[in-house]
């Protein structure tokens, strides 16, 4: 696996093995983090509106794919009907970054890396963008995210604010970016998301074995520890792998379905 970040021109985004660089989540280190916050109330609107301060500021500051890129083109094809989807709206953009990653926030906006999408064909990227969806459907990204604030540097403004959700600067958004990659949910969070996934991909007629064909990818990369850690982190978030590829496959041998063979 290539470690080295290089520049993005417009002709290397034409290359299938283009080397990325890695997401983009914060710029300094966050010293007031662990300051305790009470009797902080913010409303769902308020989060929801820090959540798009929020997707604003890692949309500017990462490489968003243009949408002639074939990553962007990829994706906006596996996701054409999900503008809606089970009472959400959703928006959808490729970050050209290695990370083996994704992740949907509160106000709907789900982000792929090109990791992912270069790691895992267009059925299991499908089954990780369910599973993110779950994340938003069961309110963890909202509960996770507001926890964040809560715990942030930025707490000091938006307590000033009365719990109003004000204007946030580049260096406090650096700071939440720092709070939102560091939060992880639990087992059964996570549990739950996958059957979200699960039963995501019934809806859109694939096959739901490919939501535990998803993570048999994660677990092959964990094999390959030369990424500097980025797996490892990507685990850390999400235990347990090997076990949640044993439950889906599991589900979905108990459904009926056919263990689909991987072409690609
Ligand atoms: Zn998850």
């Not at 509106?49 to 500021?57: D, G, L, M, N």
């Not at 509960?143 to 719990?163: I, N, R």
């Amino acid at each position: 696996m290539i470690t080295k970040h290089i520049l993005l021109s417009a002709s290397a985004l034409m290359l299938t093995s283009v080397a990325f660089g890695q997401i983009k989540i914060n710029t300094k280190s966050v010293g007031a983090a662990a300051k305790a916050v009470k009797a902080v109330t913010l409303s769902n609107d308020d989060v929801i509106a820090y959540t798009k301060e929020y997707i604003t500021w890692m949309d500017e500051n990462n490489p968003v794919a243009p949408d002639d890129d074939e990553l962007a083109i990829r994706l906006r094809k596996l996701t054409e009907n999900l503008g809606t989807y089970d009472g959400l709206d959703l928006n959808f953009k490729v970050y050209l970054v290695r990370d083996v990653n994704a992740f949907a926030c509160a106000d709907g906006s789900v982000r792929v890396c090109a990791g992912l999408l270069q790691t895992m064909n267009d059925n299991e990227v499908l089954g990780v963008i369910g599973h993110e969806i779950g994340h938003v459907k069961n309110t963890d990204s909202r509960d996770a995210f507001k926890s964040a604030l809560m715990t942030s540097a930025l707490k000091d403004g938006v307590t000033s604010q009365g719990g109003t959700a004000a204007a946030l600067s580049d260096s406090q958004l650096g700071d939440l970016g720092e709070q939102v990659a560091n939060m992880s949910f639990s087992r059964k969070q996570e549990s739950a998301a996958d059957d979200y996934g699960y039963q995501f991909l019934k809806a859109n007629d694939v096959n739901p074995w490919f939501m535990s064909m998803a993570f048999e990818r994660l677990v092959e990369l964990s094999g390959d520890s030369s990424d500097g850690g980025f797996t490892k982190k990507l685990f850390s978030s999400h235990p347990d792998t090997q076990k949640r590829v044993d439950e889906m496959a599991k589900k979905a041998e108990k459904d009926g379905f056919e263990k689909p063979v991987r072409t690609n």
